[in-house]
Each structure stands twice: as structure tokens, then as C-alpha cells.
């Protein structure tokens, strides 16, 4: 029975990076991971990215970069607890502690929404759609079919491990040269667009020219290979993974009634089992008197306490099946009958009552106007400079070019990297940026 081993899982080594780091006192490699994140233009951008509410003028609600942090924080009090408990393994690195695992899970959801284009997971759809229309006019033609299939199903995770390990810092040499071990528990989906999981689960996890970057962590940390460029998920994926769902969950909820579109008594009744019932004699009186909005941030810690505490010992118990690749779904589904309930009633109540609310109708149907007139005018451009043999690119399509700097494809280029690094541009663009480039494409904005 192949089963995955902890001192392979936690690999301290950095990609990209020919030598291997020395351990600084108090700060491991790890650390180092979390700092090279938060000190990236690509993190600091999301900021001005959709979360949920795609160009929203409430202050309050949250960004990409606010849930990212947030997200951080649970993932750190995850793999702290969970390594707390597991530490005590034969396999067991002896230099690991359980700060240096909260570190990992944490620098890993400091990440995980790294790939996202403006807009958020509506602007992943609104870039495929455009691209399924372009290609039913022939545009892609000049691709392979597992080329043309990274575009059609244009992926926010497959372009956030670009994103690290390719356009920052140090460009198409490492990227930001994180540790194996960040970069595996990153890897949310371990397959390319080809997989049949892909169509399945409508995610994969690398494009096709990242793919040698996907195996060659996989084969560094010794993930189980279960089919062609298919890997079985990193055991701290999941401790990632259910930090976001807490956060998601949780958050939307109160970003909900911060906008008015759900009532608080609403969100109360739904953290009840956690919380108690409001009346009731174990109903927590910290919160009387005081808004909405605060009473909720306050009864937020105790729910995501119990969550987080559910989690972990979900994990523990699900040790061995994560170790050899086994786990089916996610680890939520493995947490106590509470936890099962309360994250799934958030979200059906976020996909009932938030994502189908007029004014999130009324944004995204902007945010796609917007993204059509960019990929209009950069997509065309991109080509026509990888189709041209004689340095001959016509005005129009040199003026474009310009605009993308570092990301401008060169002549000699195929298609398909043109394209890439094309995406490379309009998926690094922050909401604020899409409006006023496409504004001024439009002749709108001077």
C-alpha cells in the first residue's frame, strides 16, 4: 500500500532555487514563504478584487486581500493544532514544529486566491465564455485541443501556480522560489484542463505549459501519481481548504447583511447551534446593545473557534486515508453533524439569497461588458505578434502590445504563449484597472 510520508510532505527546499536555505533563529523557511507572499505586488493587488460583491462602494465589506488574511489566520490555527496532535509520527521530521506547519497551511491560504482576474469567480466565467465564442469563430485554431481547453475553461488555480512559480520576483525561474512543501499544500487541484476531473469538478490546477513546474513538486514531495500528469492532493490541502469554506461561509454572511440583502435574526438563527438560540438561557449575552453588523463580528470568533477545533480533529482522524490518498471530498464532510450543518447552511443561504441578489446581477453584468472590451482588443493583438514572420504588427495591435509590459509577447513566440501571457496581464488586473482600461478603450474615460 503506497502511503505518502511527512518528512517528504514538509519539504523546506525551494523551487527554482539551486542551494537550499539555511535556518535563520526564530525564522524558518516557511516564514520566509508567508513574508515573500505578503510582500508581492500580485497579493497586494487583491485589494482591489472582487471577494463577492464585484465593485461594491461599502468599505466594509470584504475584498480578495481581506479574505485572504482572514483565511490565513484560520489555516494557521488549523496546521498549529492539527501538528500539535500528529507530531509524535516515526516519519515525523524532527525539526518541524507545529508553528512551522502553521506557517505552511497559513502561507498556502495567504495564496489561494492569488490566480483570481477581476472580478472574482464571475470574471473566471465571463473569460471562458468570451473564449468559447472566440474559438466557435475559429480563433483558436492555431492551439492544440489541450491548449485550446486552458482558455475555454480558464482557471483562477491553474493561473495562481503560475503566478508563483513563474511572474513573480524572479520571472520564469522560480517565480517566488517557495518551499515545496507551501507550494504542494497550495495545489488545491492536481491535475491539468485535459483530466477528466476537470469536467467534473470544473477546476484543475496547472496549464499545460506549467505542467513539468506540477510534477516536479509532486515528485519532490512524494504525492501518489494517479494517472498522467495527475497527482492525489497534499494532506494539508485540506486543512487550506476547510479554512476557506469557514471563511467564505462565515464572512458572506455578514458581508450579506453589511448590505442589507439578509436580515441578522436571519445569520442568528443559522449559528444557533453554536451560539444558542437568542432568548434562550445559554444564548451569550456579550453582544446586547449593541449593531448588527458588530454583534455578528463578535459572535464571529466563537463559531469559527468551534469550526476550527472541528476541523482539526477531522484531520487527526483522517490521518491515514489523507497519508495514502484516499480521503473523498472534502474534510467538512468528515467534521461532527454541527459543523457539517452550519457550513452547509451558509452556503446555500449565500447562494439563495446573495448570489442571486438584483445588484450582484446589475455588477456582474458590467464586469462582463468590461472584460469582453479588453479581451476584444489584447486577444487579436497577441496573435496577430505571434502569427507575424516579417516584424510587421500593425499600429492598432503595437499599441495594445505596449500596454501589457513585461507580459508583451515577442514575435517569435507560439500562439499559445502569446496567449498565456496575455492572460497573464488581464488576470493580474485589479477590478479598479479593468473599469478604467476598459473605459478608455471604449473612449469613455481620458
Not at 113 to 129: C, K, Q, T, V, W
Not at 208 to 236: F, M, T, V
Request: charged content about 20%; some cysteine; aromatic content about 8%.
Amino acid at each position: 500500500m503506497t502511503t505518502m510520508q511527512w518528512h517528504r510532505l514538509l519539504d523546506d527546499q525551494r523551487i527554482g532555487k539551486p542551494y537550499k536555505d539555511h535556518h535563520e533563529m526564530g525564522r524558518t523557511p516557511f516564514h520566509k514563504d508567508y513574508d515573500r507572499l505578503i510582500f508581492s505586488s500580485a497579493f497586494r493587488r487583491l485589494g482591489h478584487k472582487t471577494q463577492v460583491h464585484s465593485l461594491s462602494h461599502n468599505d466594509h465589506v470584504h475584498n480578495r486581500l481581506t479574505h485572504s488574511l482572514e483565511v490565513s489566520s484560520v489555516g494557521r490555527s488549523l496546521g498549529i493544532r492539527v501538528a500539535q496532535e500528529i507530531q509524535q509520527q516515526p516519519d515525523w521530521p524532527a525539526w518541524i514544529q507545529p508553528y512551522d506547519v502553521g506557517a505552511i497551511v497559513q502561507s498556502a491560504c495567504l495564496a489561494h486566491d492569488i490566480g483570481n482576474p477581476p472580478f472574482g469567480h464571475f470574471g473566471e466565467n465571463a473569460i471562458r465564455d468570451w473564449f468559447a465564442d472566440f474559438h466557435s469563430q475559429g480563433g483558436l485554431q492555431a492551439l492544440t485541443t489541450d491548449q485550446q481547453l486552458d482558455l475555454l475553461s480558464f482557471e483562477g488555480n491553474a493561473q495562481g501556480l503560475r503566478t508563483l512559480t513563474q511572474l513573480e520576483y524572479h520571472q520564469l525561474q522560480g517565480g517566488m522560489r517557495l518551499t515545496y512543501a507551501t507550494l504542494g499544500s497550495f495545489l488545491k487541484y492536481p491535475w491539468l484542463a485535459n483530466n477528466p476531473l476537470a469536467k467534473s469538478k470544473g477546476k484543475y490546477g496547472a496549464l499545460q505549459s506549467d505542467k513539468e513546474i506540477l510534477a516536479q513538486i509532486a515528485e519532490r514531495l512524494g504525492l501518489i501519481q494517479l494517472g498522467n500528469y495527475h497527482w492525489c492532493r497534499h494532506p494539508l490541502v485540506y486543512l487550506m481548504e476547510a479554512a476557506d469554506d469557514i471563511c467564505y461561509a462565515i464572512i458572506d454572511l455578514e458581508d450579506g447583511v453589511e448590505l442589507g440583502i439578509l436580515d441578522e435574526a436571519d445569520v442568528l438563527d443559522l449559528l444557533a447551534p453554536i451560539i444558542g438560540k437568542v432568548g434562550d438561557p445559554d444564548h451569550t449575552s456579550l453582544t446586547d446593545g449593541y449593531f448588527s453588523t458588530r454583534r455578528l463580528a463578535l459572535l464571529r470568533g466563537k463559531v469559527i473557534d468551534y469550526l476550527v477545533n472541528a476541523c482539526a480533529q477531522a484531520f487527526i482522524e483522517q490521518e491515514q486515508a489523507l497519508l495514502r490518498g484516499e480521503l473523498e471530498g472534502d474534510l467538512i464532510a468528515y467534521a461532527d453533524p454541527t459543523t457539517q450543518q452550519i457550513i452547509g447552511d451558509a452556503k446555500q443561504m449565500a447562494r439563495q439569497r446573495i448570489f442571486s441578489s438584483p445588484q450582484r446581477h446589475r455588477s456582474e453584468l458590467g464586469a462582463s461588458a468590461m472584460l469582453e472590451k479588453i479581451l476584444d482588443g489584447f486577444v487579436p493583438a497577441a496573435l496577430e505578434v505571434a502569427a507575424c514572420k516579417n516584424d510587421k504588427v500593425s499600429f492598432k495591435a503595437q499599441k495594445y502590445l505596449a500596454l501589457m509590459g513585461t507580459h508583451q509577447p515577442e514575435i517569435d513566440v507560439s500562439p499559445y504563449i502569446a496567449l498565456c501571457q496575455t492572460m497573464d496581464f488581464i488576470a493580474g488586473m485589479t477590478d479598479k484597472y479593468a473599469v478604467t482600461l476598459a473605459g478608455q478603450l471604449n473612449g469613455e474615460l481620458w
